[in-house]
């Protein structure tokens, strides 16, 4: 966005980056429920988490709060900018300063740092006497949807990004990885609240990708609340214990309906109460 605010002025700048996230949102979050919420509704139903309906008045809760969350997102990354004029971030221009594997690290330990950040901060969030002031807007989205992805209050969006400077001040970090990054952000985060599980049955005893959260696993954060408080990665759930103790059963009871001669079986599943 830096190049926004160089050549349109803060103001100028501010408002084309709030319109650029709301657009980007928009199109990764209007996508993904354009497909599985319309088009292609029938074909994925058997692959829904929760079955029960999602209210109109719900995802227009959503989309309020992911807009208004862009104004202040942009903020935030008024502040790296000004932070970067003034030499305090470790952003470089010349890749070939750290050469092209640190692009892939330097990713992956963005993905790591974020992650380890989040879990503990949506612990604490998750305290009963911050739940209701900073978390709680997001978690009225019980049953989500992909418009939830940005859905937080202003203090929770102050919580959510205030690890991204922090992150560039001490790790070297390449514009065109912060780029692909901010995709990767959203996307998984659309992912996470997508409602329904795309990921096959063999996903979760994979050695590899069983690190990775899948929608299965936010969505029975918001529909449980005491748990699978990851974001990309399950090793912190894992190594802490605060993982659904039904979580790999009802990932697995999801995957394994194949056909819509199997959607009463899964009209059946009942996902745990507790």
């Given at each position: 966005m830096a190049i926004l605010f160089e050549n349109f002025g803060l103001a100028g700048g501010y408002f084309l980056g709030v319109l650029s996230i709301i657009l980007r949102y928009a199109l990764i979050a209007g996508l993904a429920y354009f497909i599985f919420y319309h088009w292609k509704k029938s074909s994925f139903r058997r692959l829904k988490i929760q079955q029960r309906e999602v209210s109109k008045k719900m995802i227009q809760n959503e989309i309020f709060h992911s807009i208004y969350a862009a104004f202040i997102i942009v903020f935030m990354v008024i502040g790296i900018y000004f932070m970067h004029l003034r030499g305090w971030t470790n952003i470089y221009s010349d890749i070939h300063e750290y050469g092209i594997a640190w692009l892939f690290i330097s990713f992956f330990l963005m993905t790591?740092?974020?992650?380890?950040?989040?879990?503990?901060?949506?612990?604490?969030?998750?305290?009963?006497?911050?739940?209701?002031?900073?978390?709680?807007?997001?978690?009225?989205?019980?049953?989500?949807?992909?418009?939830?992805?940005?859905?937080?209050?202003?203090?929770?969006?102050?919580?959510?990004?205030?690890?991204?400077?922090?992150?560039?001040?001490?790790?070297?970090?390449?514009?065109?990885?912060?780029?692909?990054?901010?995709?990767?952000?959203?996307?998984?985060?659309?992912?996470?609240?997508?409602?329904?599980?795309?990921?096959?049955?063999?996903?979760?005893?994979?050695?590899?990708?069983?690190?990775?959260?899948?929608?299965?696993?936010?969505?029975?954060?918001?529909?449980?609340?005491?748990?699978?408080?990851?974001?990309?990665?399950?090793?912190?759930?894992?190594?802490?214990?605060?993982?659904?103790?039904?979580?790999?059963?009802?990932?697995?009871?999801?995957?394994?309906?194949?056909?819509?001669?199997?959607?009463?079986?899964?009209?059946?599943?009942?996902?745990?109460?507790?």
């Open positions: 790591f740092i974020h992650d380890t950040y989040f879990y503990w901060t949506h612990r604490l969030m998750h305290h009963p006497k911050l739940f209701t002031l900073v978390h709680g807007v997001h978690h009225q989205s019980n049953n989500p949807t992909p418009w939830a992805a940005l859905s937080f209050h202003p203090l929770e969006t102050i919580v959510e990004f205030i690890i991204f400077p922090i992150m560039l001040i001490f790790l070297p970090v390449h514009p065109i990885v912060v780029f692909i990054y901010s995709f990767w952000l959203l996307g998984f985060n659309v992912l996470g609240h997508l409602g329904y599980e795309i990921y096959p049955k063999w996903f979760i005893n994979h050695p590899i990708l069983r690190w990775l959260n899948s929608s299965t696993h936010h969505n029975m954060h918001h529909r449980y609340s005491n748990c699978n408080y990851g974001f990309y990665y399950n090793f912190w759930d894992k190594w802490m214990g605060t993982n659904h103790k039904k979580y790999y059963s009802t990932f697995e009871k999801i995957t394994n309906v194949k056909s819509k001669n199997n959607e009463t079986a899964h009209h059946s599943l009942n996902l745990p109460s507790k």
